[in-house]
């Protein structure tokens, strides 16, 4: 339901649906539980853009609108800083794998990816101004790939911006 539009689809559709206390008939067991491993903060990342010996063993995949990524439309960052990305970043709009709130069938996605995708034994670091969009990004990466090496960095290239903005292009 969260792929195919969530329940504004599924009511469009006329799926059943229930009004008042609903009871589950089981309960589970799951719980949600943070995954450090799948983060990367803003220090962590200064750290590895320091190490990184072959820019093309890590791929910066920048989420945003392409206007925010080059700059020609403020990507609201504090006063004073020039650029809007980093400069190895590949601009990969989180917008593209959706059509009227739905992300598009598989084949098209793996379509949409291929140019980035196309390597093996690379990482993937997925980011935006505030890690909302690199989080879907990350998400469509996941789900056309479930074995893809990829991380968040979840502080948004705005925190970057205050700390690092010499990183910026």
């Known amino acids: 339901s969260v792929l195919r ?17 609903e009871k589950a008939k089981t309960l589970g067991d799951w719980s949600a539980k943070p995954v450090p491993e799948l983060f990367v903060s803003t220090e962590q990342l200064v750290e ?11 791929q910066f995949l920048d989420a945003r609108p392409p ?3 080059s700059g020609s439309e403020s990507p609201g960052f504090p006063a004073g800083v020039k650029g809007s990305r980093l400069a190895t970043a590949v601009n990969l709009p989180v917008g593209q794998f959706f059509d009227n709130g739905m992300l ?3 084949d098209e996605l793996r379509q949409l990816l291929a140019n980035v995708l196309d390597t093996e034994g690379n990482r993937y670091v997925t980011m935006c101004t ?8 990350m998400f469509v990466l996941c789900y056309v790939d479930a074995n893809i090496d990829a991380i968040v960095h979840s502080n948004g290239l705005i925190e970057l911006a205050a700390i690092k903005p ?3 292009v």
Not at 6 to 18: C, D, I, N, V
Not at 48 to 58: N, V
Not at 130 to 137: D, E, F, T
Request: without cysteine; aromatic residues 6%.
């Open 104 to 106: 598009k069938p598989m």
């Open 5 to 21: 539009g969530g329940f504004t689809e599924w009511t469009k559709r006329q799926l059943p649906t229930a009004a008042g206390n």
């Open 130 to 137: 505030h890690g909302i969009q690199a989080s879907v990004l």
């Open 48 to 58: 590895l853009l320091a190490e990184t010996d072959s820019p093309s063993a890590i």
């Open 67 to 69: 206007g925010m990524f």
């Open 166 to 168: 010499e990183l910026l």
